[in-house]
């Protein structure tokens, strides 16, 4: 059975839940990091010398971290074809969009925009700062809504180890106070991955523990 630690609330361990969610594996979840602790305990670093969540272990193998290795392990071992494909080429396209959300989606939103519109009081907001992250963001998502417009899924036909990537971030994206451009294929393939169970269960969550107020 799989192990992980990491809170709910931690965007990346949404991604994982959720993989682990479509992937129909068995697993144990223990709460770890921000109001949760552990993560500083000589037992986690000695698994995650980073003190970072989420970390991974799959019964006797050694644990593992790093968000994206951990979801490339877990499609290695459990994956069908469609999700993670056996030939180079599919897989290689697969992880060639799953580093695109990862590196232009999920950190261009989660530290310059999410947290400075949630995780930050609204008397110290700097909101100069949120436009020109939102500015950013927003070039990336072109490419998404120029791709979503040609197909379903971001790698085309089917639901991938990209969509991971790059979906677990639009939940909260569409949903904190903040002035969107309109991207109406992105809204649409959001709206179509509300109805995936696993989506609900791991990313539609609550995230008011990270609200900072005055």
């Not at 010398?49 to 071992?77: F, H, K, M």
């Amino acid at each position: 059975m799989l192990k992980v630690w990491g809170r709910k609330s931690s965007s990346n361990v949404q991604a994982l839940m959720w993989c682990i969610g479509e992937l129909n594996l068995a697993y144990e979840r223990v709460d770890a990091g921000f109001i949760y602790g552990l993560v500083d305990t000589p037992e986690y670093l000695s698994m995650n010398p980073n003190g970072l969540v989420p970390t991974l272990q799959d019964g006797d193998d050694p644990p593992l971290w790093e968000s994206g290795a951990i979801l490339r392990y877990l499609a290695n071992t459990y994956a069908t074809d469609n999700f993670w494909p056996a030939d180079r080429i599919g897989r290689a396209d697969v992880d060639k969009w799953a580093e695109w959300s990862k590196i232009n989606i999920a950190l261009n939103f989660t530290g310059p925009v999410f947290w400075r519109v949630v995780r930050t009081p609204p008397s110290k907001r700097d909101y100069s700062a949120i436009r020109a992250a939102l500015r950013r963001l927003n070039k990336f998502l072109d490419i998404a809504e120029t791709r979503l417009s040609a197909f379903p899924y971001l790698t085309g036909e089917h639901f991938t180890l990209a969509d991971i990537q790059f979906g677990h971030c639009l939940f909260r994206y569409f949903d904190i106070d903040i002035e969107r451009a309109k991207h109406p294929y992105v809204r649409r393939y959001c709206d179509a991955l509300t109805a995936r169970p696993a989506f609900r269960e791991h990313v539609m969550l609550s995230y008011e523990e990270l609200r900072e107020t005055d």
